[in-house]
DNA sequence: AGTTATTTGTCCGTATGTATA
DNA sequence: ATATACATACGGACAAATAAC
């Protein structure tokens, strides 16, 4: 499976070999990964090596772990559309520890930042999808 | 500097006291943090949790990493304003391993992507605001 | 230009705690 | 209660990139 010759870290090609599994179906959204160790005896490497491959995952949004349970590939949520105001500013950064777990964010989950004279508001990025202003009628 | 009885991890203990540094001007934008043995030593604790709590910072956005070299604070990058066009589609998301890549950008950035009816572009968070459309004259 | 030292990256092992099943 | 599974923390070793000389 795993390549110790190649100048690719063994826990990267552990995370592309995961997303592989992903794509052919044999890991949908919502489907449980192996265990930590299972894992680690599957493609003989530690379980160091597995946990940062995991990492990699979790950054990127694809798998989601909760302590006690296995990890588990992320489900597609429904994205709620939002309109945004008029001649409103969009940022986008990452929340920071403590924000994400005021608003209930999962990690590798970008924070959108929505502004405007009025008012100022944040959305988890897996949840909206922002819809700019339609063109002016008539023209 | 970091108490061991807390129920808090030693790992976002630290990265929780290298984030006052920042705040107090001791660290500020641009500035090299100490390397990870520095840190193990002044905090009396294993590289491991120094690593645990950088890999936080970078995360967030909040540290850049280079191998071989020390790790620095994120410089505030100027970013571009730009206009949304009228009734386009914004998704944001954390960009894959080779998307990041590709891009050149830095770890801990989502990306932002635009999408109308003729085009999907796609922009680095750290380098763009997006402006939606104003208001149409006359009203 | 080349050698050495520094620094981060990767990988291994072990042990214990804590949440879930 | 017991077992499973992830989280945290320790230790060591070597590779690879950079910096210093």
Same mark, same amino acid.
């Given at each position: ?12 090609? &552990?995370?592309?070999? &995961? ?86 964010? &999962? ?31 008539? &023209?």
């Amino acid at each position: 499976m795993l390549d110790r010759r190649s100048p690719v870290s063994l826990y990267r090609q &552990l995370a592309h070999n &995961l997303l592989d599994r992903m794509r052919t179906g044999e890991l949908p959204p919502g489907a449980d990964l192996p265990s930590e160790n299972t894992l680690s005896h599957e493609y003989g490497v530690s379980r160091d090596v597995v946990r940062d491959a995991m990492a990699v995952l979790r950054a990127e949004g694809t798998i989601v772990t909760t302590r006690g349970r296995r990890s588990s590939v992320r489900r597609t949520t429904t994205v709620e559309e939002l309109h945004a105001p008029p001649a409103a500013r969009i940022t986008v950064r990452m929340p920071t520890y403590d924000e994400r777990h005021r608003l209930d964010m &999962l990690e590798g989950v970008p924070l959108i930042v929505i502004h405007t004279d009025e008012f100022e508001s944040h959305h988890p990025a897996d949840r909206v999808a922002i819809i700019t202003p339609p063109e002016p009628a008539g &023209l």
